[in-house]
């Protein structure tokens, strides 16, 4: 758990939505999943501010205008854990995997940094973290890339410093192990044997196909594989890892920390939450704690310059995942984000989040769409839209 005060009080005056246009990718885009094509995976961003005017901001869906806005801009004053445990009760009953739970750690993660800017000090500090960096591996490998795009991709994260890498395989949504194999023995010959890579295949096979694609790349090492199966079928799982002998990676499908204990109850040996779909920001502390606990490997994926906060307070072979295609774009809307060096993500000396939203670039590049204002109507203690264009 952070240490933080949880009696922390909140009221919150304002929001501000962002909404994007679509924001191209550097080049197409496929995993075995057929994701996630032109576009990064980004709608909008979402700044929300408490009555003293300090605020919290992130990349957010429009499920923040639709299921937060209207509970929380209603000029009630509760704590931090008050606000946490009244949303939950309103959205559990979507379920613990659904987008509105989502939601409700998007706001988690704000009033985090709420608080930090309270205190003046960058969120990862008043996190508790003793250090200003981030350990990172490094992903990509289109399935659309050719094997020589691969190649000069893979080498180019070995020579920006990075000891993992990572690619996708699955390719023709899973019929073409051949071609994955012969993509995977030939990034081992291009990076040399003191280099791990892993490789990601997106639950694109049943048990039998992906022990089968598992012996066909083991001669080349794989660091870990992760997602051979479906991410719920946890006897599947179970089958894989016990049958392959490889060291099996999940957790971007899962909201919260329950699921993790039944992934290491069944065997999976790198738990790998995704920082923008869990339900709560201190479950990747107690994720990564039950991964010590059990000698697991741990490592967390997602918006990796938002991400950096909470790679502060790994340790340096707990690692984020640095995924470029995804990363690239986002990274190029903002004004401020963590200096990439040397496999490491370093965190700017700024109260709150690492990371600020370049909204002029965004508006030159024709990439806002709309801005939309929400605030609390102090007098009816209502929520309501005052402007918007």
Same mark, same amino acid.
């Given at each position: 758990?952070?240490?933080?005060?949880?009696d922390?009080?909140f009221?919150?005056? +304002?929001?501000v939505?962002?909404?994007?246009?679509p924001?191209?990718?550097?080049?197409?885009?496929r995993?075995?999943?057929?994701?996630?094509?032109?576009?990064?995976?980004?709608?909008g961003?979402?700044?929300?501010?408490?009555?003293?005017?300090?605020?919290?901001?992130?990349?957010?869906?429009?499920?923040?205008?639709?299921?937060?806005?209207?509970?929380?801009?209603?000029?009630?004053?509760?704590?931090?854990?008050?606000?946490?445990?009244?949303?939950?009760w309103k959205?559990?009953?979507f379920?613990?995997q659904?987008?509105?739970?989502?939601d409700?750690?998007?706001?988690?993660?704000?009033?985090l940094?709420?608080?930090? +800017?309270r205190?003046?000090k960058?969120?990862?500090?008043f996190?508790?973290?003793?250090k200003?960096?981030?350990?990172?591996?490094?992903g990509?490998?289109?399935?659309?890339?050719d094997?020589?795009?691969?190649l000069?991709?893979?080498?180019?994260?070995?020579?920006?410093g990075?000891?993992?890498?990572?690619?996708?395989?699955? %390719?023709d949504?899973?019929?073409?192990?051949?071609?994955?194999?012969?993509?995977?023995?030939?990034v081992?010959?291009?990076?040399?044997?003191?280099?791990?890579?892993?490789?990601?295949?997106?639950?694109?096979w049943?048990?039998?196909?992906?022990? +089968?694609?598992?012996?066909?790349?083991r001669?080349?090492?794989?660091?870990?594989?992760?997602?051979?199966v479906? %991410?719920? @079928?946890?006897?599947?799982? +179970?089958e894989?890892?016990?049958?392959s002998?490889?060291m099996?990676?999940?957790g971007e499908?899962?909201?919260?920390?329950?699921?993790?204990?039944?992934?290491?109850?069944?065997g999976?040996?790198?738990?790998?939450?995704?920082?923008?779909r869990?339900?709560?920001? %201190?479950?990747l502390?107690?994720?990564r @704690?039950?991964?010590?606990?059990?000698?697991l490997r741990f490592? %967390?994926?997602?918006?990796v310059?938002l991400?950096?906060?909470?790679?502060?307070l790994?340790?340096?072979?707990?690692?984020?995942?640095?995924?470029?295609?995804?990363?690239?774009?986002?990274g190029d809307?903002?004004?401020?984000?963590p200096?990439e060096?040397?496999?490491?993500l370093y965190?700017?000396?700024?109260?709150?989040?690492?990371?600020?939203? @370049?909204i002029?670039?965004?508006?030159r @590049?024709?990439?806002?769409?709309?801005?939309?204002?929400?605030?609390?109507?102090?007098?009816?203690?209502?929520?309501?839209?005052?402007?918007a264009?």
């Amino acid at each position: 758990m952070f240490p933080i005060d949880k009696d922390s009080k909140f009221s919150f005056s +304002k929001a501000v939505y962002y909404n994007f246009h679509p924001i191209p990718v550097k080049k197409p885009w496929r995993d075995a999943t057929g994701g996630f094509g032109n576009f990064a995976p980004l709608q909008g961003w979402v700044d929300i501010y408490d009555s003293e005017g300090y605020s919290g901001g992130t990349f957010c869906s429009m499920g923040i205008v639709n299921n937060i806005l209207p509970l929380i801009l209603t000029g009630e004053t509760r704590t931090y854990e008050e606000w946490y445990n009244y949303i939950y009760w309103k959205m559990r009953n979507f379920g613990f995997q659904s987008g509105q739970i989502v939601d409700l750690g998007q706001l988690d993660l704000i009033m985090l940094e709420i608080m930090a +800017k309270r205190e003046n000090k960058p969120l990862h500090r008043f996190l508790g973290a003793e250090k200003d960096w981030a350990a990172c591996y490094k992903g990509g490998g289109s399935l659309l890339s050719d094997d020589e795009d691969l190649l000069s991709d893979m080498t180019r994260y070995v020579e920006e410093g990075y000891k993992t890498i990572k690619f996708k395989v699955g %390719s023709d949504w899973g019929r073409n192990m051949e071609r994955d194999a012969r993509r995977m023995e030939k990034v081992r010959a291009a990076v040399g044997d003191d280099i791990e890579i892993a490789v990601d295949a997106n639950q694109v096979w049943d048990v039998e196909n992906a022990l +089968k694609f598992a012996d066909m790349i083991r001669p080349y090492r794989p660091a870990w594989y992760e997602e051979p199966v479906h %991410s719920h @079928d946890m006897n599947a799982i +179970k089958e894989v890892k016990e049958r392959s002998g490889m060291m099996i990676g999940y957790g971007e499908s899962m909201r919260n920390k329950f699921a993790f204990e039944t992934y290491a109850e069944k065997g999976v040996d790198h738990l790998m939450p995704l920082v923008g779909r869990m339900s709560r920001m %201190s479950d990747l502390l107690d994720i990564r @704690d039950l991964a010590r606990k059990n000698g697991l490997r741990f490592s %967390s994926g997602g918006t990796v310059w938002l991400n950096a906060v909470f790679g502060a307070l790994y340790d340096e072979n707990e690692m984020l995942e640095n995924h470029e295609p995804m990363t690239a774009p986002i990274g190029d809307c903002l004004s401020v984000k963590p200096e990439e060096k040397n496999g490491r993500l370093y965190l700017p000396d700024i109260p709150g989040s690492p990371i600020r939203l @370049d909204i002029e670039k965004l508006e030159r @590049d024709r990439t806002l769409e709309s801005v939309r204002y929400f605030y609390t109507d102090t007098v009816k203690h209502n929520f309501a839209v005052r402007a918007a264009y």
